[in-house]
């Protein structure tokens, strides 16, 4: 069975810094991007992140770029998403997945960003 | 970065009823992914490729378009299609969501 868990959400203060971790399971985690997508209370999906299998490439929305770093340990099946001056915009539920044909996702792990 | 407007934002469907949900790109994509999203799970792929249903989807659903228009079609609405539908395109980086239709049930 597939699963992705997610872990590392909290209750921060704006200017912050936390790094989420999202562990992989029942699939080869090191053949496969994955990607980082958020979505505010009430809102619709942003993509953030993308980071390809191996590591040799990395995307960001612009909206995090410069402050969100992805990165991911295939020898540990786990990818990351490391947060620096979170503001309160960036509050919002943090799934990590695999997007394509066959296609996974965690169960979230929410991040609010409040003072 | 391509922008996808979904329309409608929100809409209501009888039992039995046909329903499409579109899904315009600002440029030209290969392809759509279109996701089912129910209150309170995380968002489960539901067409990809455009036209493919992912497992376990009913064969009531059915995707197509090209270019820069897509749509997602039910052809019988049911109860347990409640939910909020988001294109997503991959062709081009950055990947893109749509802002989402909600489809309720009359």
């Known amino acids: 069975e597939v699963q992705l868990v997610e872990s590392g959400g909290g209750l921060v203060k704006p200017g912050s810094s936390l790094k989420l971790s999202c562990v992989a399971s029942?699939?080869?985690?090191?053949?496969?991007?994955m990607h980082w997508i958020r979505q505010a209370p009430k809102k619709g999906l942003e993509w953030i992140a993308l980071?390809?299998?191996?590591?040799?490439?990395?995307y960001y929305a612009d909206s995090v770029k410069g402050r969100f770093t992805i990165s991911r340990d295939n020898s540990k099946n786990t990818l990351y998403l490391e947060m620096n001056s979170l503001r309160s915009e960036d509050t919002a539920m943090y799934y990590c997945?695999?997007?394509?044909?066959?296609?996974?996702w965690g169960q979230g792990v929410m991040v609010t960003v409040s003072s | 970065e391509i922008v996808l407007t979904q329309s409608p934002t929100t809409m209501a469907a009888s039992p039995g009823e046909k329903v499409t949900l579109n899904c315009l790109a600002s440029?030209?994509?290969?392809?759509m992914n279109w996701y089912q999203q129910k209150s309170g799970a995380s968002p489960k792929l539901w067409i990809y490729?455009?036209?493919n249903l992912a497992s376990g989807v009913p064969n009531r659903f059915s995707g197509s378009g090209s270019g820069t228009s897509y749509s997602l079609t039910i052809s019988s609405m049911e109860a347990e299609d409640v939910a909020t539908y988001y294109c997503?395109?991959?062709?081009?980086?950055?990947?893109?969501f749509g802002s989402g239709t909600k489809l309720e049930i009359k």
């Open positions: 997503l395109q991959l062709s081009s980086y950055p990947p893109t």
């Open positions: 997945a695999k997007l394509g044909t066959t296609d996974y």
């Open positions: 440029s030209s994509v290969s392809y």
């Open positions: 980071i390809y299998y191996d590591s040799s490439n990395k």
């Open positions: 029942g699939f080869t985690f090191s053949s496969y991007g």
């Open positions: 490729g455009t036209s």
